[in-house]
């Protein structure tokens, strides 16, 4: 069986030395797995031995439905669609999109506590602005947050 190094790939499990971003590449392709909506790849780990999905960690595991559903229905709903509505127009369960909306919000928490850097803020000065670029149909907002005691950032 051909295996390929997945440079960039951690292993989830969280006792394996691999799991930490800073020992990457010691995870390789493993074949693949049958679902409703497909195949998809299977992992293995060099150090642990242990076997994962590609989607291990993230909103669409153990999805039943074709990923790009799951991205819809978040569309929908951060375009201010309510999960009602949602239910309707995807023919899903009101309880299937509650319990999507829940996944995709961890994972944006998670995401967010992860590349976001905690600085001490004294006082905050924000502001926004809203700017038509191209067409009146699609506003552009932009927002903008300074931290007023550390204004020398930027000579
Ligand atoms: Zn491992």
């Given at each position: 069986?051909?295996?390929?190094?997945c440079?960039?790939?951690?292993?989830?499990?969280?006792?394996?030395?691999?799991?930490?971003?800073?020992?990457?590449?010691?995870v390789?392709t493993?074949?693949?797995?049958?679902?409703?909506?497909?195949?998809?790849?299977?992992?293995?780990?060099?150090?642990?031995?242990?076997?994962?999905?590609?989607?291990?960690?993230?909103?669409?595991?153990?999805?039943?439905?074709?990923?790009?559903?799951?991205?819809?229905?978040?569309?929908?709903?951060?375009?201010?669609?309510?999960?009602?509505?949602?239910?309707?127009?995807?023919?899903?369960?009101?309880?299937?999109?509650?319990?999507?909306?829940?996944?995709?919000?961890?994972?944006?928490?998670?995401?967010?506590?992860?590349?976001?850097?905690?600085?001490?803020?004294?006082?905050?000065?924000?502001?926004?602005?809203?700017?038509?670029?191209?067409?009146?149909?699609?506003?552009?907002?932009?927002?903008?947050?300074?931290?007023?005691?550390?204004q020398?950032?930027?000579?």
């Amino acid at each position: 069986m051909f295996r390929r190094i997945c440079k960039n790939m951690t292993c989830p499990n969280e006792e394996c030395p691999c799991h930490t971003d800073s020992n990457p590449g010691k995870v390789v392709t493993h074949g693949f797995y049958k679902t409703r909506a497909g195949k998809r790849r299977r992992h293995r780990c060099f150090i642990c031995g242990k076997t994962f999905c590609s989607t291990k960690n993230t909103p669409y595991f153990r999805l039943q439905h074709p990923k790009s559903t799951f991205d819809e229905v978040a569309v929908l709903s951060v375009e201010g669609v309510n999960k009602s509505s949602i239910s309707r127009v995807k023919s899903l369960a009101w309880n299937t999109v509650h319990d999507w909306l829940e996944k995709a919000a961890k994972s944006c928490r998670k995401f967010i506590c992860n590349k976001s850097k905690v600085m001490d803020i004294h006082q905050l000065q924000a502001d926004e602005i809203r700017t038509i670029a191209g067409s009146k149909k699609t506003p552009v907002w932009l927002f903008a947050a300074m931290e007023v005691s550390r204004q020398g950032w930027y000579q």
